[in-house]
């Protein structure tokens, strides 16, 4: 494992981390972010992720949304994209999920070795190199 490894995770692992959502990577999700958590890697989220999540939390009360984007920013890194990089990505139509260039454009603006997600499919396109959380963790334990 390399502690100079640096990693964005993508708003669905981290839905993972926080919700009991039934989804097939929610245990790597947990286990990525432990791993971010003991500073094994450099773990980052792009700035638009929070407003995401905070949307996704709306059942639970403020006071638990705030610990959860508190957490979250304490495990993580907030990263965000150009203006200019934010334009390219409104022109590019080889995405299908403008929130996905985004996380793409973020990613290549702090210059990350891999974007964690749980929609591998969605990033066929990207800059930067997507890997499923289990494919992450199975490649770090190698």
Request: proline share 1%; aromatic share 10%; charged share 30%.
């Amino acid at each position: 494992m390399s502690k100079n490894m640096d990693i964005l995770i993508d708003v669905n692992v981290i839905l993972n981390y926080v919700t009991e959502r039934d989804d097939p990577f929610r245990e790597s999700s947990k286990e990525i972010m432990k791993l971010c958590a003991e500073e094994e890697f450099n773990g980052y989220i792009a700035f638009h992720s929070l407003s995401i999540i905070w949307y996704a939390l709306r059942k639970k009360t403020e006071q638990e949304r705030r610990f959860w984007l508190k957490n979250i920013c304490e495990i993580l890194t907030v990263i965000g994209a150009t203006h200019d990089q934010v334009i390219n990505a409104i022109d590019e139509i080889q995405f299908k999920d403008f929130e996905d260039c985004l996380q793409d454009k973020c990613a290549q603006n702090a210059g990350v070795d891999y974007i964690v997600t749980c929609n591998i499919k969605d990033f066929d396109n990207a800059d930067t190199k997507a890997l499923a959380p289990d494919e992450f963790i199975t490649m770090i334990k190698h």
